[in-house]
């Protein structure tokens, strides 16, 4: 079966730009969730959704923006780059609908995003 | 909010070694604890988990971790490395009451011939 998967890997965007990452879950998955992880940090949430719905958002501006489609998958925008949006972006998948986390989550291998 | 700490940002360790990180986590009530491991250009993948019961948790690859409620820890432990643990490790927590996930900075382990 299929993990995670996340387009693009890689892209190089200029500051100002708009960005727009994908992620579709392993199959059976209805929840997804999106992290950003700096260079030299851990991942920072920025947003869950479960069957559409989003269910959590972190501390971010709303120059992020994320939805799910019918087919579970999802995308992550963000509007008017800044130079410290460079990141990778991991999407994550899990089967649990409960609040909490007690399903384990399948990360992707991330969208690497540089801004210039 | 709840937060991770690991006091170490690289460790260094030779094949054969036993290997240590530690974690320490700040939440006033009973945490879900995990360990994540990153390989480079790779996504993370979950070594082990703790929700409740044995404090002792068996993980993949020959891990374990072991949670401390008196000092608020979840150390990981492997009593000899290979050269393929060379990775970075996270540790994280979560809430009953949250969705989301909150990671330490890392250790970055190198493991030497």
């Known amino acids: 079966d299929a993990g995670v998967t996340q387009s693009p890997t890689h892209l190089i965007k200029t500051r100002g730009q708009h960005v727009t990452l994908r992620c579709s879950p392993i199959?059976?998955?209805?929840?997804v969730s999106w992290y950003q992880q700096v260079l030299g940090q851990g991942p920072q949430f920025i947003f869950q959704?479960?069957?559409?719905?989003?269910?959590g958002r972190g501390n971010f501006p709303d120059r992020f923006s994320a939805r799910q489609f019918p087919n579970y998958s999802s995308e992550l925008n963000v509007n008017a780059l800044l130079l410290g949006d460079s990141a990778l972006y991991l999407c994550?998948?899990?089967?649990?609908?409960?609040?909490?986390?007690?399903?384990?989550?399948?990360f992707g291998e991330g969208s690497r995003l540089t801004v210039l | 909010a709840q937060s991770v700490t690991q006091p170490d940002i690289h460790i260094t360790v030779s094949e054969g070694a036993s290997l240590e990180l530690r974690c320490n986590y700040s939440y006033g009530a009973t945490p879900y604890l995990f360990w994540y491991v990153q390989s480079p250009g790779q996504g993370l993948q979950l070594l082990l988990k703790?929700?409740?019961?044995?404090?002792l948790v068996q993980g993949i690859k020959g891990f374990e971790a072991e949670f401390k409620r008196s000092q608020s820890s979840f150390n990981l432990r492997k009593p000899s490395v290979h050269w393929s643990d060379a990775a970075e490790y996270f540790c994280a927590v979560g809430t009953a009451n949250d969705y989301k996930l909150s990671f330490g900075a890392g250790t970055t382990v190198t493991v030497r011939a």
């Open positions: 994550a998948s899990s089967s649990s609908r409960q609040k909490g986390p007690t399903g384990e989550l399948f």
């Open positions: 703790y929700f409740s019961g044995d404090t």
């Open positions: 959704y479960y069957e559409k719905e989003e269910r």
């Open positions: 199959s059976g998955h209805k929840s």
